[in-house]
Every structure is written in structure tokens, then in C-alpha cells.
Nanobody, 121 residues
Framework: QVQLVESGGGLVQAGGSLRLSCQAS????????MGWYRQAPGKQRELVAT???????NYADSVKGRFTISRDNAKNTVYLQMNSLKPEDTAVYYC???????????????WGQGTQVTVSS
């Protein structure tokens, strides 16, 4: 009943920028932490950035100073602005969120389907 839908991936040259979006939809009572993860071929999925419902952020060291996570609570949407992209940023990027569907139901963790980001050198 809850879906996370990502958009904004694509092919970009090194040094370029992309903005990813992820909107949560369905039966939602409240959304807590939201975040972005990525998985490159042959590697484990890794955290990129997270943001709490209050706006506190956390970044992987590899993206600090280049990526910015933000959210629009009214739209149930989280964004990832990616600047100064490098070939090593190439990966499938996944949206993640902790969501309560009812006030009396514990929160569950949800994943989007992923969006490909490819950075050419």
C-alpha cells in the first residue's frame, strides 16, 4: 500500500549535476527518517545520506560537500542534489523511508525500485 517512486537518474559527465526525487504515496500516517542509498556493480549497498523528519542530515564521507539531501514533508518527497559528480558515483540509487501507516502500527521500512545514475569520465 505504500510506494516509494524515484526519478531523476540518468547519464551525466564528470563534474556535472543531477537531482534525484523520491515521493512516497499510499496509506501514510507519518514519515520519519528518509534517505538515499546506492549500489554499484559488484558492491554492497551503501548509505549516501539520510534526513530526519526534523531536518537533521547525515552524509557518507565520500559525498560530503558535493551532495545535499532535503525533503518536503507536505509532498512526502525527499531529494538528493548531486554536484561535482565523479565516475565512482555511478550506481543504482535507492530511496528509503521509515513510515507509519496508522498511528497504532509500528513504523516499517520501505525501499524504492532504484534509479540508475551513470557518470562518464
Amino acid at each position: 500500500q505504500v510506494q516509494l517512486v524515484e526519478s531523476g537518474g540518468g547519464l551525466v559527465q564528470a563534474g556535472g549535476s543531477l537531482r534525484l526525487s523520491c515521493q512516497a504515496s499510499g496509506s501514510i500516517f507519518s514519515i520519519h527518517a528518509m534517505g538515499w542509498y546506492r549500489q554499484a556493480p559488484g558492491k554492497q549497498r551503501e548509505l549516501v545520506a539520510t534526513i530526519t523528519s526534523g531536518g537533521s542530515t547525515n552524509y557518507a564521507d565520500s559525498v560530503k560537500g558535493r551532495f545535499t539531501i532535503s525533503r518536503d514533508n507536505a509532498k512526502n518527497t525527499v531529494y538528493l542534489q548531486m554536484n561535482s559528480l565523479k565516475p565512482e558515483d555511478t550506481a543504482v540509487y535507492y530511496c528509503n523511508a521509515d513510515i507509519m501507516v496508522k498511528a497504532w502500527v509500528p513504523r516499517n521500512n520501505y525501499w524504492g525500485q532504484g534509479t540508475q545514475v551513470t557518470v562518464s569520465s
